[in-house]
């Protein structure tokens, strides 16, 4: 299943909202575990995302072996 970005932002919206209005802290515990959860993988996408972008060079791809060393 993908989530777009604003389904992320809802889903950590909803969950910081549950954890506002449990009474007991205990109960809040799962909620900060799927909180932290998602946070890690959108991270993680993030970093992903950021380091497909970087390396991507219009289409061309650049092969430094064949380089010449005297240059």
Excluded: C, N, W
């Amino acid at each position: 299943m993908d989530f777009t970005s604003q389904d992320i932002a809802l889903i950590d919206q909803a969950l910081r909202i549950a954890i506002r209005t449990q009474q007991d802290e205990s109960k809040a515990d799962p909620y900060y575990e799927v909180l932290s959860k998602l946070q890690a993988r959108a991270d993680m996408a993030l970093i992903a995302y950021t380091t497909d972008t970087m390396h991507d060079r219009g289409g061309f791809r650049f092969d430094y072996d064949d380089f010449p060393d005297h240059i």
